[in-house]
């Protein structure tokens, strides 16, 4: 098994030839290094860590683990005014993206990024495909790529630099048109959000796909349903990599290498721990908490100790592909995440996507919690291409009663499914931003 392309490349920025544990050692003190460089920096530039930090000096901190005496950031405070954690002028800004919240009331939460920033994202790809193509490869990317600094635009400029033919496509509206430009363009490899990819797999077209022409698949997005990998995986006989990032962290964050158990992080750039949601106190090594990250060599907008909300854990055993590198468990969930149907049962957006996507045909769902008079109702819209609906209603509605926290809850008379509807329409829609469960149920 090859080791991850990420190792090298560390070493590499890193300006050593250590291997095995001394390298290990060589990345923690670059890492304690680039936090205390960070948190002068910060201070010294951006308005909001100016007040944060006040008295606090990067030289205080004598090893990795002091970080945890450092206060956190957390998005709401990027929401409340994003310039004051600008460490450079606004004419230094190469881009900016605005980020959708849920919520109408808070403001939008934007994030700035100098063209030196948005280089290291392009060096993270540029190294982190390595494990997915090879010189000569096509490569379609089924994301955003029409303006500079986007997803799809970096990465077309980073596959180029490993001699690979980035085809920029967007998202994917028309999945007909999108499988003829693989089968044209003879694609080996796909970059996408989840649903979309599925929505190729499940389409009638796919048969036109030549066995073995795709070679892998880059699932990219904050939760990606293990449903969803294993339905790709057996439609084309290809390794499927998940990738974890979001724009805070500088777009791109960890990837998995080849024996896509757990991402690597890239760690000359970012900084992890894992804490306990309630206390913010770490947890040992191997537990589950919450994902906070440091961003070690950004200058536009660094943050620092910034909560993300996504659950997950570091991984204590060795990778199989044998890196010193830290590996982190694919983050299957969000602390906000679910929502509570009564007696303390919670329902949330993984529950219902293993559930619910290893059903034939299925493109995507849409799922309602409202009140009835006493009662809460769940309710279900399946988007599919060919409607076998009844059939493929009856079985939705078996799996949904078979989820632990919908079966306590109808149980307990609090919860009752209404009839499933099926529908050919407007699946795309739903398809790019964040998948969530829509609360309409009344005040509680
Ligand atoms: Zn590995």
Same mark, same amino acid.
């Given at each position: 098994?090859?080791?991850?392309?990420?190792?090298?490349?560390?070493?590499?920025?890193?300006?050593?030839?250590? %291997?095995? &544990? *001394?390298?290990?050692? #060589?990345? $923690? @003190?670059?890492? +304690?290094?680039?936090? /205390?460089?960070?948190?002068?920096?910060?201070?010294?530039?951006?308005?909001?860590?100016?007040?944060?930090?006040?008295?606090?000096?990067?030289?205080?901190?004598?090893?990795?683990?002091?970080?945890?005496?450092?206060?956190? %950031?957390? &998005? *709401?405070?990027?929401? #409340?005014? $994003? @310039?004051?954690? +600008?460490?450079?002028? /606004?004419?230094?800004?190469?881009?900016?993206?605005?980020?959708?919240?849920?919520?109408?009331?808070?403001?939008?939460?934007?994030?700035?990024?100098?063209?030196?920033?948005?280089?290291?994202?392009?060096?993270?790809?540029?190294?982190?495909?390595?494990?997915?193509?090879?010189?000569?490869?096509?490569? +379609?990317?089924?994301?955003?790529?029409?303006?500079?600094?986007?997803?799809?635009?970096?990465?077309?400029?980073?596959?180029?630099?490993?001699?690979?033919?980035?085809?920029?496509?967007?998202?994917v509206l028309d999945s007909g048109k999108t499988i003829a430009?693989?089968?044209?363009?003879?694609?080996?490899?796909?970059?996408?959000?989840?649903?979309?990819?599925?929505?190729?797999?499940?389409?009638?077209?796919?048969?036109?796909?030549?066995?073995?022409?795709?070679?892998?698949?880059?699932?990219?997005?904050?939760?990606?349903?293990?449903?969803?990998?294993?339905?790709?995986?057996?439609?084309?006989?290809?390794?499927?990599?998940?990738?974890?990032?979001?724009?805070?962290?500088?777009?791109?964050?960890?990837?998995?290498?080849?024996?896509?158990?757990?991402?690597?992080?890239?760690?000359?750039?970012?900084?992890?721990?894992?804490?306990?949601?309630?206390?913010?106190?770490?947890?040992?090594?191997?537990?589950?908490?919450?994902?906070?990250?440091?961003?070690?060599?950004?200058?536009?907008?660094?943050?620092?100790?910034?909560?993300?909300?996504?659950?997950?854990?570091?991984?204590?055993?060795?990778?199989?592909?044998?890196?010193?590198?830290?590996?982190?468990?694919?983050?299957?969930?969000?602390?906000?995440?679910?929502?509570?149907?009564?007696?303390?049962?919670?329902?949330?957006?993984?529950?219902?996507?293993?559930?619910?996507?290893?059903?034939?045909?299925?493109?995507?769902?849409?799922?309602?919690?409202?009140?009835?008079?006493?009662?809460?109702?769940?309710?279900?819209?399946?988007?599919?291409?060919?409607?076998?609906?009844?059939?493929?209603?009856?079985?939705?509605?078996?799996?949904?009663?078979?989820?632990?926290?919908?079966?306590?809850?109808?149980?307990?008379?609090?919860?009752?499914?209404?009839?499933?509807?099926?529908?050919?329409?407007?699946?795309i829609?739903?398809?790019?931003?964040?998948?969530?469960?829509?609360?309409?149920?009344?005040?509680?």
């Amino acid at each position: 098994m090859e080791i991850t392309p990420l190792e090298p490349w560390i070493r590499e920025k890193l300006g050593t030839s250590a %291997t095995g &544990a *001394e390298l290990r050692e #060589e990345i $923690d @003190l670059h890492q +304690l290094g680039k936090l /205390r460089e960070t948190v002068d920096y910060v201070r010294t530039r951006s308005p909001f860590y100016r007040q944060l930090f006040a008295g606090v000096h990067g030289c205080d901190l004598k090893g990795l683990t002091d970080i945890a005496s450092l206060p956190f %950031t957390a &998005a *709401e405070d990027i929401q #409340e005014n $994003d @310039l004051r954690f +600008l460490c450079v002028s /606004r004419d230094e800004i190469s881009r900016i993206v605005t980020l959708n919240t849920s919520g109408t009331t808070t403001h939008a939460k934007r994030i700035h990024f100098t063209e030196e920033d948005l280089e290291l994202t392009t060096d993270l790809f540029h190294h982190g495909m390595k494990a997915l193509v090879r010189p000569g490869g096509k490569v +379609l990317i089924l994301m955003p790529a029409d303006r500079h600094g986007t997803v799809g635009n970096l990465m077309v400029k980073a596959l180029r630099r490993m001699d690979v033919q980035g085809i920029p496509h967007g998202i994917v509206l028309d999945s007909g048109k999108t499988i003829a430009g693989i089968v044209e363009h003879e694609v080996d490899c796909l970059i996408g959000i989840p649903v979309q990819v599925l929505s190729l797999v499940r389409h009638r077209d796919a048969v036109s796909i030549p066995k073995g022409m795709i070679r892998s698949v880059l699932l990219s997005a904050d939760y990606v349903p293990a449903a969803i990998v294993r339905e790709i995986e057996s439609a084309w006989g290809c390794m499927v990599f998940n990738h974890y990032g979001m724009t805070e962290m500088g777009l791109g964050a960890a990837v998995d290498c080849s024996a896509l158990h757990g991402y690597h992080i890239r760690e000359a750039d970012l900084f992890f721990e894992m804490i306990d949601p309630d206390t913010g106190r770490p947890v040992p090594d191997g537990e589950p908490g919450e994902v906070v990250f440091t961003t070690l060599t950004r200058k536009g907008m660094p943050l620092v100790r910034y909560r993300t909300g996504d659950l997950s854990r570091f991984i204590p055993e060795p990778c199989p592909c044998g890196t010193v590198l830290k590996r982190l468990e694919w983050v299957r969930g969000r602390l906000q995440g679910g929502v509570g149907l009564g007696g303390g049962a919670n329902l949330t957006v993984a529950d219902l996507d293993e559930a619910l996507f290893p059903l034939p045909g299925l493109l995507n769902f849409r799922v309602e919690l409202a009140s009835e008079s006493d009662v809460q109702i769940i309710r279900v819209t399946l988007y599919c291409a060919d409607i076998h609906a009844e059939n493929l209603c009856s079985q939705a509605a078996k799996k949904l009663e078979a989820i632990p926290a919908i079966r306590t809850a109808i149980d307990n008379g609090f919860l009752a499914i209404a009839p499933i509807r099926a529908s050919s329409e407007n699946w795309i829609s739903t398809g790019s931003i964040k998948r969530k469960i829509i609360d309409s149920r009344e005040e509680r």
